[in-house]
């Protein structure tokens, strides 16, 4: 069912944002790509960054993926020097995953180099086109809570 009169209906804006926002992803993880940093790394790279060490089975339940993926994921982060394997002082038998300096210093990097991007993007857009992003802002930060925070959480986000 339409909104009023040449107003999207809500289904057809949320077929045009997720379409958007898609597009949008798939631009600014593209650089990333080219330092051999794959969507996947750069997820498990982000979690750690936010959670801390992680054992290799939290890792993976955090990022939706079985325990061989997260190994194989471990395996090539630990060989890029982004990640290191130290023991867990809880628990001799079980290991953490943490980000190395590396590791650090390359996701700071590559948020610097890509919101500096994303600027150069929205500086050249007109003046309306920025007045109206800034305007859409908060209901953007709004709509990506209520899916970060709902039980369907993060495994919902970005499929498709």
């Not at 045009?16 to 940093?37: E, F, H, K, S, W």
């Not at 130290?86 to 996701?107: F, K, N, Q």
């Amino acid at each position: 069912m339409s909104g009023p009169v040449g107003e999207p209906s809500v289904g057809e804006l949320a077929g045009g944002l997720r379409t958007v926002v898609n597009r949008l992803a798939y631009a600014l993880r593209t650089p990333v790509a080219a330092d051999g940093i794959t969507p996947t790394r750069l997820a498990g790279l982000m979690t750690l960054m936010k959670h801390g060490p992680l054992r290799p089975g939290d890792l993976a339940a955090r990022l939706s993926i079985s325990a061989a993926s997260a190994s194989r994921l471990i395996d090539v982060l630990i060989e890029g020097e982004w990640v290191g394997r130290e023991p867990d002082p809880d628990d001799r038998r079980a290991c953490l995953i943490s980000l190395s300096p590396h590791g650090v210093a390359t996701l700071e990097r590559l948020r610097r180099e890509g919101t500096g991007e994303l600027a150069a993007g929205i500086e050249a857009l007109p003046a309306d086109q920025r007045e109206s992003l800034a305007a859409a802002l908060p209901a953007l930060v709004a709509l990506a809570d209520h899916f970060l925070d709902s039980t369907a959480g993060p495994a919902r986000v970005g499929r498709g």
